[in-house]
């Protein structure tokens, strides 16, 4: 999830540099003599309030350092081989499950994180973790479709039929997220986004082929930036990121399908192997913090699932009031998580795969 306004990507950069923060996703934060007052952060593009690191600092004496990813299958890929440091990172919902099966977790002391208790109930026991022993929830939201008014002849999108029709050929950006992206076509077909049905997935895969001319690009969470630009009409994006642009941008709209689609929980895990494991869980138990909960959700406008935060009217009004953040119960009866789909995952790599050359973008 990426911050869009270009003056936020600068102070996230001339606030954290000096910090010792490298800001790519290829640095090794460490050389297995980390001080004990170093915490090692991986987490997507500017996704937390800047003001929130400088405060941790601040409060525990302690230095970040912080480095980023674009997508779950990115974090995975730095991960796997070895932890090269990190002690904090935030991986989606069917990623935890993933980590955790492979022993990349830690698992949580949770006398360590009693903000915990801030949580709401929704967002706990979550079926990726039952018992919280790997993770707790850091923000939530949807993937829908963001577009711009002015290209749809002011007429409002609510169906994902919008992101294949000929109108806009060309001019219709995806997510390169595999599951995220396959999930909501597999929603569209009226299947189940996490099937282990190989005709199912194939259906989907040739979906997408038959209608590789309506896709502009496959895009790094960048498909906010591409319509703000006016590059592209419509967008399979975040909820937030979209959002975001719509601070700046009047013409943007966001929209979730009347068929439904993927709601997602990011949650903050201590790696395998962390430098300083009781560190990052400070650092989680601060992040649950209703207050600093909210300073986060109110920068990048995502869901909060820090109950006390709402309760106690710290999360924009705005973004309360707003269904497409915040949805009602009967939309978000429609939406699905992404889980682990073990075994099937073969099938979704060999489909991706398939799409991406036949597209080609």
């Not at 949650?267 to 300073?295: D, Q, S, T, W, Y």
Request: proline content about 6%; overall charge negative.
């Amino acid at each position: 999830m990426r911050k869009f306004l270009s003056y936020v990507l600068l102070f996230f950069v001339a606030l954290l540099l000096p910090l010792g923060c490298s800001g790519s996703n290829q640095t090794n934060v460490t050389d297995g003599s980390t001080p004990s007052n170093v915490l090692s952060v991986y987490n997507w593009s500017t996704y937390i309030a800047p003001e929130v690191i400088t405060q941790f600092e601040k409060e525990f004496n302690a230095k970040v350092k912080y480095d980023t990813y674009e997508n779950n299958e990115a974090l995975y890929a730095k991960i796997q081989p070895g932890n090269p440091g990190y002690d904090v990172a935030f991986p989606g919902d069917y990623m935890v499950e993933i980590m955790a099966n492979e022993g990349l977790l830690e698992e949580l002391n949770l006398e360590n994180i009693p903000n915990r208790k801030h949580l709401d109930s929704t967002f706990v026991n979550a079926p990726y973790d039952p018992e919280n022993r790997y993770s707790l929830p850091y923000q939530w939201g949807t993937l829908g479709i963001g577009y711009n008014i002015t290209a749809t002849n002011n007429q409002e999108i609510d169906s994902w039929a919008a992101m294949f029709d000929p109108k806009y050929a060309g001019r219709v950006a995806w997510l390169d997220e595999m599951r995220y992206t396959t999930g909501a076509v597999l929603m569209y077909l009226g299947f189940d986004p996490n099937t282990t049905n190989p005709a199912e997935i194939q259906q989907a895969r040739d979906f997408l082929v038959k209608h590789q001319d309506a896709i502009a690009a496959f895009v790094p969470d960048t498909g906010q930036i591409l319509l703000d630009q006016g590059e592209v009409d419509l967008t399979y994006e975040w909820s937030g990121d979209i959002f975001q642009v719509m601070e700046e941008n009047d013409q943007i709209r966001y929209a979730i399908p009347k068929e439904g689609t993927i709601v997602w929980t990011d949650n903050m895990v201590v790696l395998k192997g962390a430098p300083n494991k009781e560190l990052a869980e400070r650092f989680i138990n601060f992040i649950l913090e209703p207050e600093v909960g909210a300073k986060i959700s109110n920068f990048i406008h995502y869901g909060s699932p820090n109950k006390t935060a709402r309760d106690k009217g710290l999360i924009n009004e705005a973004d309360l009031k707003n269904p497409a953040i915040y949805p009602p119960p009967e939309v978000f009866a429609k939406l699905k998580y992404i889980n682990d789909v073990g075994q099937a995952t073969p099938l979704y790599d060999e489909a991706w795969n398939e799409v991406k050359v036949a597209v080609g973008k």
